[in-house]
Protein backbone atom coordinates (compact mmCIF):
# COMPACT_ATOMS: atom_id res chain seq x y z
CA UNK A 1 0.00 0.00 0.00
CA UNK A 2 1.15 3.06 -1.29
CA UNK A 3 1.22 6.18 1.71
CA UNK A 4 -1.31 8.43 1.68
CA UNK A 5 -0.40 11.93 1.94
CA UNK A 6 -2.97 14.30 4.21
CA UNK A 7 -3.84 17.58 3.38
CA UNK A 8 -6.68 17.59 5.98
CA UNK A 9 -7.18 20.15 8.60
CA UNK A 10 -6.06 17.89 11.68
CA UNK A 11 -5.55 15.28 12.88
CA UNK A 12 -3.15 16.04 9.31
CA UNK A 13 0.15 14.33 7.91
CA UNK A 14 2.32 13.60 10.64
CA UNK A 15 6.29 15.34 10.95
CA UNK A 16 7.59 12.65 9.11
CA UNK A 17 10.03 11.89 12.10
CA UNK A 18 7.43 11.11 13.63
CA UNK A 19 7.22 7.21 13.62
CA UNK A 20 10.86 7.06 14.21
CA UNK A 21 10.50 8.80 17.95
CA UNK A 22 7.22 6.65 18.77
CA UNK A 23 9.65 3.70 17.98
CA UNK A 24 12.11 5.24 20.71
CA UNK A 25 9.08 5.86 23.03
CA UNK A 26 8.35 2.07 22.65
CA UNK A 27 12.07 0.73 23.02
CA UNK A 28 12.52 2.94 26.16
CA UNK A 29 8.91 2.17 27.43
CA UNK A 30 7.57 5.68 27.79
CA UNK A 31 4.04 4.79 28.20
CA UNK A 32 4.22 2.57 31.45
CA UNK A 33 6.81 5.31 33.58
CA UNK A 34 5.49 6.59 36.10
CA UNK A 35 3.65 10.37 36.00
CA UNK A 36 5.19 10.98 39.32
CA UNK A 37 9.04 10.16 38.84
CA UNK A 38 12.19 11.57 37.02
CA UNK A 39 11.88 10.85 33.77
CA UNK A 40 8.55 12.24 33.45
CA UNK A 41 9.77 15.45 34.84
CA UNK A 42 12.18 15.38 32.38
CA UNK A 43 9.88 14.72 29.14
CA UNK A 44 7.92 17.42 30.41
CA UNK A 45 10.42 19.87 30.75
CA UNK A 46 12.14 19.12 27.54
CA UNK A 47 8.53 19.65 25.99
CA UNK A 48 7.85 22.62 27.65
CA UNK A 49 11.38 24.23 26.92
CA UNK A 50 10.59 23.26 23.17
CA UNK A 51 7.19 24.77 23.20
CA UNK A 52 9.03 27.53 24.80
CA UNK A 53 11.52 28.19 21.90
CA UNK A 54 9.61 27.40 19.00
CA UNK A 55 6.84 29.84 19.98
CA UNK A 56 9.15 32.52 21.23
CA UNK A 57 7.58 32.61 24.50
CA UNK A 58 8.92 35.59 27.62
CA UNK A 59 10.21 33.93 30.58
CA UNK A 60 7.10 35.41 32.86
CA UNK A 61 4.65 32.83 30.84
CA UNK A 62 3.26 29.77 32.04
CA UNK A 63 2.77 26.94 30.01
CA UNK A 64 0.08 24.29 30.99
CA UNK A 65 -1.02 21.09 29.48
CA UNK A 66 -4.68 20.02 28.82
CA UNK A 67 -6.66 17.35 26.54
CA UNK A 68 -7.28 20.27 23.44
CA UNK A 69 -8.18 23.06 22.27
CA UNK A 70 -11.61 22.75 23.22
CA UNK A 71 -11.01 21.78 26.92
CA UNK A 72 -9.18 25.17 26.86
CA UNK A 73 -12.15 27.10 25.86
CA UNK A 74 -14.17 26.18 28.94
CA UNK A 75 -10.95 26.46 31.28
CA UNK A 76 -10.30 29.87 29.87
CA UNK A 77 -13.65 31.15 31.14
CA UNK A 78 -13.90 29.42 34.28
CA UNK A 79 -10.40 30.66 35.32
CA UNK A 80 -10.83 34.33 33.66
CA UNK A 81 -14.36 35.48 33.36
CA UNK A 82 -16.57 36.16 36.45
CA UNK A 83 -19.36 38.13 34.43
CA UNK A 84 -18.61 38.97 30.84
CA UNK A 85 -16.73 37.68 27.94
CA UNK A 86 -16.46 39.01 24.38
CA UNK A 87 -16.13 36.94 21.28
CA UNK A 88 -15.10 38.02 17.11
CA UNK A 89 -16.60 35.11 15.57
CA UNK A 90 -16.59 34.73 11.84
CA UNK A 91 -16.81 30.93 11.62
CA UNK A 92 -17.08 27.68 13.39
CA UNK A 93 -14.12 28.12 16.00
CA UNK A 94 -14.98 31.63 17.23
CA UNK A 95 -18.95 30.44 17.88
CA UNK A 96 -18.02 27.43 19.60
CA UNK A 97 -15.42 29.28 22.19
CA UNK A 98 -18.59 32.00 22.85
CA UNK A 99 -20.88 28.97 22.83
CA UNK A 100 -18.75 27.30 25.94
CA UNK A 101 -18.83 30.95 27.68
CA UNK A 102 -22.64 30.62 27.03
CA UNK A 103 -23.51 27.23 28.74
CA UNK A 104 -21.61 28.76 31.49
CA UNK A 105 -23.76 31.24 31.74
CA UNK A 106 -21.71 34.32 31.38
CA UNK A 107 -22.91 37.77 29.73
CA UNK A 108 -21.91 37.35 26.21
CA UNK A 109 -21.20 40.07 23.57
CA UNK A 110 -20.90 38.90 20.08
CA UNK A 111 -18.64 40.94 17.43
CA UNK A 112 -19.32 38.74 13.92
CA UNK A 113 -18.70 38.65 10.42
CA UNK A 114 -20.50 36.95 7.81
CA UNK A 115 -18.42 33.35 7.41
CA UNK A 116 -15.27 33.91 5.74
CA UNK A 117 -15.53 37.66 5.55
CA UNK A 118 -13.44 39.61 7.52
CA UNK A 119 -14.22 42.35 10.79
CA UNK A 120 -14.51 45.82 10.27
CA UNK A 121 -12.42 46.30 13.13
CA UNK A 122 -12.97 50.20 13.64
CA UNK A 123 -16.86 49.69 13.92
CA UNK A 124 -16.07 47.51 17.21
CA UNK A 125 -17.34 48.81 20.39
CA UNK A 126 -17.48 46.49 23.22
CA UNK A 127 -18.71 46.49 26.63
CA UNK A 128 -15.69 48.59 29.02
CA UNK A 129 -16.13 45.78 31.87
CA UNK A 130 -15.66 43.05 29.62
CA UNK A 131 -12.93 40.62 31.10
CA UNK A 132 -11.99 38.63 28.32
CA UNK A 133 -11.48 39.04 24.64
CA UNK A 134 -11.58 35.71 21.80
CA UNK A 135 -9.94 36.00 18.82
CA UNK A 136 -9.40 33.31 16.47
CA UNK A 137 -6.22 33.80 14.80
CA UNK A 138 -6.74 31.35 11.76
CA UNK A 139 -10.57 30.28 11.36
CA UNK A 140 -9.79 26.47 10.17
CA UNK A 141 -13.70 26.50 9.44
CA UNK A 142 -13.55 29.02 6.10
CA UNK A 143 -10.01 29.92 6.04
CA UNK A 144 -9.84 33.33 6.89
CA UNK A 145 -6.58 34.29 9.10
CA UNK A 146 -7.08 37.58 10.60
CA UNK A 147 -4.60 40.46 11.08
CA UNK A 148 -2.36 40.67 14.03
CA UNK A 149 -2.71 44.37 14.17
CA UNK A 150 -5.82 44.20 13.60
CA UNK A 151 -5.92 42.10 17.26
CA UNK A 152 -3.31 44.46 18.94
CA UNK A 153 -5.32 47.34 17.86
CA UNK A 154 -8.24 45.96 19.87
CA UNK A 155 -6.05 44.87 22.97
CA UNK A 156 -5.17 48.49 23.06
CA UNK A 157 -8.71 49.72 22.98
CA UNK A 158 -9.35 47.82 25.98
CA UNK A 159 -6.04 47.06 28.11
CA UNK A 160 -8.11 45.70 31.26
CA UNK A 161 -9.67 43.09 28.96
CA UNK A 162 -7.60 39.43 29.06
CA UNK A 163 -7.13 38.84 25.73
CA UNK A 164 -7.35 34.83 24.56
CA UNK A 165 -5.84 33.87 21.48
CA UNK A 166 -6.68 30.49 19.26
CA UNK A 167 -3.87 29.78 17.33
CA UNK A 168 -4.71 26.22 16.98
CA UNK A 169 -4.22 25.49 12.84
CA UNK A 170 -1.61 28.70 12.75
CA UNK A 171 1.10 27.58 15.32
CA UNK A 172 4.19 27.40 14.89
CA UNK A 173 3.42 29.82 12.04
CA UNK A 174 2.04 33.29 13.83
CA UNK A 175 4.44 35.63 15.52
CA UNK A 176 2.89 36.72 18.59
CA UNK A 177 3.37 39.68 20.81
CA UNK A 178 3.01 38.08 24.25
CA UNK A 179 2.60 41.53 25.89
CA UNK A 180 -0.95 42.03 24.75
CA UNK A 181 -1.96 38.65 24.36
CA UNK A 182 -2.91 36.90 27.55
CA UNK A 183 -3.31 32.95 26.42
CA UNK A 184 -2.12 31.89 23.32
CA UNK A 185 -3.17 27.79 22.43
CA UNK A 186 -3.45 24.94 20.57
CA UNK A 187 -3.46 21.54 19.88
CA UNK A 188 -1.19 19.75 18.40
CA UNK A 189 -2.42 17.50 15.22
CA UNK A 190 -2.48 20.41 13.56
CA UNK A 191 0.61 22.37 12.88
CA UNK A 192 2.61 20.00 14.89
CA UNK A 193 2.13 17.49 13.09
CA UNK A 194 1.45 14.78 15.72
CA UNK A 195 -1.47 12.46 16.86
CA UNK A 196 -4.06 14.47 18.38
CA UNK A 197 -4.97 14.54 22.70
CA UNK A 198 -2.89 17.42 23.65
CA UNK A 199 -4.24 20.79 24.46
CA UNK A 200 -1.11 23.64 25.04
CA UNK A 201 -1.89 27.39 26.71
CA UNK A 202 0.56 29.74 27.24
CA UNK A 203 -0.84 32.34 29.45
CA UNK A 204 0.57 35.41 31.29
CA UNK A 205 0.88 36.54 34.63
CA UNK A 206 -2.23 38.53 34.58
CA UNK A 207 -4.21 35.59 33.01
CA UNK A 208 -2.84 33.50 36.14
CA UNK A 209 -3.49 35.85 39.18
CA UNK A 210 -7.20 36.19 37.81
CA UNK A 211 -7.56 32.54 38.64
CA UNK A 212 -6.98 33.01 41.77
CA UNK A 213 -8.50 36.48 42.57
CA UNK A 214 -11.86 34.56 41.32
CA UNK A 215 -10.95 31.65 42.83
CA UNK A 216 -10.27 33.24 46.22
CA UNK A 217 -13.76 35.31 45.79
CA UNK A 218 -15.56 31.84 46.03
CA UNK A 219 -16.32 31.72 42.12
CA UNK A 220 -16.42 28.39 40.64
CA UNK A 221 -13.03 28.20 38.37
CA UNK A 222 -13.32 24.05 37.99
CA UNK A 223 -11.94 21.10 39.75
CA UNK A 224 -8.47 19.70 38.90
CA UNK A 225 -7.70 21.81 35.86
CA UNK A 226 -8.43 25.37 37.63
CA UNK A 227 -4.88 27.36 36.72
CA UNK A 228 -4.06 27.51 41.13
CA UNK A 229 -4.08 23.40 40.87
CA UNK A 230 -2.41 23.16 37.57
CA UNK A 231 0.66 25.71 38.88
CA UNK A 232 1.07 23.54 42.47
CA UNK A 233 2.01 20.25 40.22
CA UNK A 234 3.90 22.27 37.51
CA UNK A 235 6.04 23.58 39.86
CA UNK A 236 6.85 20.36 40.62
CA UNK A 237 7.15 19.35 36.96
CA UNK A 238 4.15 17.03 36.72
CA UNK A 239 0.24 17.40 35.76
CA UNK A 240 -2.49 17.02 38.00
CA UNK A 241 -4.17 14.38 36.51
CA UNK A 242 -2.02 10.85 34.40
CA UNK A 243 -1.39 13.12 31.13
CA UNK A 244 -0.89 12.44 27.20
CA UNK A 245 2.58 11.32 28.05
CA UNK A 246 3.23 10.08 25.19
CA UNK A 247 2.60 13.19 22.91
CA UNK A 248 4.39 15.22 25.61
CA UNK A 249 7.29 13.19 24.60
CA UNK A 250 6.64 13.49 21.34
CA UNK A 251 6.46 17.34 21.56
CA UNK A 252 9.59 17.60 22.62
CA UNK A 253 11.14 15.42 20.31
CA UNK A 254 9.63 16.99 16.87
CA UNK A 255 9.74 20.78 17.18
CA UNK A 256 13.74 20.04 17.27
CA UNK A 257 13.33 18.18 14.03
CA UNK A 258 11.20 20.92 12.77
CA UNK A 259 13.62 24.28 13.50
CA UNK A 260 16.55 21.70 12.06
CA UNK A 261 14.73 21.21 8.71
CA UNK A 262 13.86 24.64 8.63
CA UNK A 263 16.36 26.06 10.07
CA UNK A 264 15.01 29.27 11.59
CA UNK A 265 11.09 30.06 12.35
CA UNK A 266 11.77 33.20 9.41
CA UNK A 267 12.52 30.40 6.82
CA UNK A 268 9.56 28.04 8.19
CA UNK A 269 7.12 31.30 7.64
CA UNK A 270 8.50 32.03 4.53
CA UNK A 271 8.45 28.60 3.18
CA UNK A 272 4.85 27.98 4.17
CA UNK A 273 4.05 31.64 2.53
CA UNK A 274 5.33 30.18 -1.03
CA UNK A 275 3.69 27.00 -0.13
CA UNK A 276 0.20 28.49 0.41
CA UNK A 277 1.02 31.18 -2.96
CA UNK A 278 1.66 27.86 -5.06
CA UNK A 279 -1.67 26.81 -4.22
CA UNK A 280 -3.53 30.01 -3.77
CA UNK A 281 -2.09 30.97 -7.97
CA UNK A 282 -3.31 27.36 -8.76
CA UNK A 283 -6.79 27.66 -8.28
CA UNK A 284 -6.66 31.52 -9.25
CA UNK A 285 -5.62 30.58 -12.68
CA UNK A 286 -7.21 27.82 -12.45
CA UNK A 287 -10.78 29.91 -12.36
CA UNK A 288 -13.28 27.78 -11.72
CA UNK A 289 -13.20 26.97 -8.44
CA UNK A 290 -11.78 29.99 -6.41
CA UNK A 291 -10.72 30.55 -3.18
CA UNK A 292 -13.46 31.11 -0.89
CA UNK A 293 -12.08 34.11 0.88
CA UNK A 294 -12.16 36.92 -1.84
CA UNK A 295 -9.98 39.22 -0.28
CA UNK A 296 -5.87 37.54 -0.98
CA UNK A 297 -4.82 39.43 1.68
CA UNK A 298 -7.23 37.44 4.34
CA UNK A 299 -6.58 34.55 3.03
CA UNK A 300 -5.09 31.81 5.27
CA UNK A 301 -1.72 30.61 4.84
CA UNK A 302 -1.71 27.37 6.70
CA UNK A 303 -5.07 26.90 5.64
CA UNK A 304 -6.65 27.12 2.13
CA UNK A 305 -10.47 27.10 1.72
CA UNK A 306 -11.78 26.24 -1.90
CA UNK A 307 -14.97 26.93 -3.53
CA UNK A 308 -15.80 23.27 -5.46
CA UNK A 309 -19.32 24.68 -6.37
CA UNK A 310 -20.60 21.28 -5.21
CA UNK A 311 -18.25 18.94 -6.16
CA UNK A 312 -16.57 18.29 -3.31
CA UNK A 313 -17.52 14.64 -3.35
CA UNK A 314 -15.98 14.05 -6.73
CA UNK A 315 -12.69 16.28 -5.76
CA UNK A 316 -11.91 14.52 -2.54
CA UNK A 317 -12.73 10.74 -4.01
CA UNK A 318 -10.79 11.44 -7.18
CA UNK A 319 -7.70 12.94 -4.99
CA UNK A 320 -7.79 9.57 -3.04
CA UNK A 321 -6.95 7.39 -6.09
CA UNK A 322 -3.59 9.39 -6.15
CA UNK A 323 -3.36 8.68 -2.60
CA UNK A 324 -3.72 12.16 -1.19
CA UNK A 325 -6.97 13.26 1.21
CA UNK A 326 -7.88 17.00 1.32
CA UNK A 327 -10.59 18.25 3.54
CA UNK A 328 -14.36 18.45 3.25
CA UNK A 329 -15.98 22.27 3.84
CA UNK A 330 -17.43 22.82 7.48
CA UNK A 331 -20.41 21.83 8.49
CA UNK A 332 -23.49 22.81 6.11
CA UNK A 333 -20.27 23.77 3.03
CA UNK A 334 -18.90 20.01 3.29
CA UNK A 335 -20.16 19.11 -0.32
CA UNK A 336 -18.88 23.36 -1.29
CA UNK A 337 -15.56 23.44 -0.03
CA UNK A 338 -12.47 21.65 -0.06
CA UNK A 339 -10.18 22.55 2.75
CA UNK A 340 -6.30 22.35 2.12
CA UNK A 341 -3.72 22.23 4.83
CA UNK A 342 -0.38 23.99 4.59
CA UNK A 343 1.58 22.84 8.08
CA UNK A 344 4.87 22.64 8.96
CA UNK A 345 4.44 18.39 8.20
CA UNK A 346 4.56 19.66 4.41
CA UNK A 347 7.07 20.31 1.79
CA UNK A 348 7.19 22.17 -1.83
CA UNK A 349 6.98 18.82 -3.08
CA UNK A 350 3.69 17.58 -1.60
CA UNK A 351 2.12 20.52 -2.98
CA UNK A 352 3.24 20.10 -5.85
CA UNK A 353 2.22 16.25 -5.90
CA UNK A 354 -1.32 17.74 -5.11
CA UNK A 355 -1.83 20.43 -7.52
CA UNK A 356 -0.22 17.77 -10.33
CA UNK A 357 -3.06 15.71 -9.39
CA UNK A 358 -5.80 18.65 -9.25
CA UNK A 359 -4.69 19.65 -12.42
CA UNK A 360 -6.08 15.75 -13.79
CA UNK A 361 -8.85 16.13 -12.11
CA UNK A 362 -10.28 19.64 -12.17
C1 LIG B 1 -9.22 22.21 15.32
C2 LIG B 1 -9.47 23.51 15.91
C3 LIG B 1 -9.92 23.65 17.24
C4 LIG B 1 -10.27 22.48 18.10
O1 LIG B 1 -9.17 21.71 18.41
P1 LIG B 1 -9.38 20.36 19.27
O2 LIG B 1 -7.99 19.86 19.45
O3 LIG B 1 -10.22 19.45 18.42
O4 LIG B 1 -10.06 20.72 20.51
C5 LIG B 1 -10.07 24.92 17.74
N1 LIG B 1 -9.80 26.01 17.00
C6 LIG B 1 -9.38 25.92 15.72
C7 LIG B 1 -9.11 27.17 14.95
C8 LIG B 1 -9.19 24.67 15.14
O5 LIG B 1 -8.77 24.60 13.87
Redesign the pocket.
Known amino acids: MSKRLFFT ?2 PSQYYHTVPHHIQAAVDNQIMSISHRGSAFAEIYDEAIAQIKLIMDVPDDRYVFFF ?7 ERLIENCVEHKASFFVN ?1 I ?2 E ?2 RWAAEMLKKEVTTIEAPFGNAFDFEQVSLPDDTELIGF ?6 CGIMLDMGHIYSICDRYPDALVAL ?5 APYTNIDYHRIDAVY ?5 GFGLP ?2 L ?1 VCILSPRAFERSAELLNKGVTVGTYHNFQQMQKYAAKKQTVETPNVMNMYLLGKVIPDILRDYGTREELRRQIDERAQMIYDFFEEQSEHLPFVTDPSERSKT ?1 AVINTRGTTERIVKELLTYDIEVGYGYGQWRQEHIRIANFPAHTSDDVRRLLSALGQIL
Open positions: AGSSATEIWGFGRFTHNESSDVVSSFSVQKAGGL
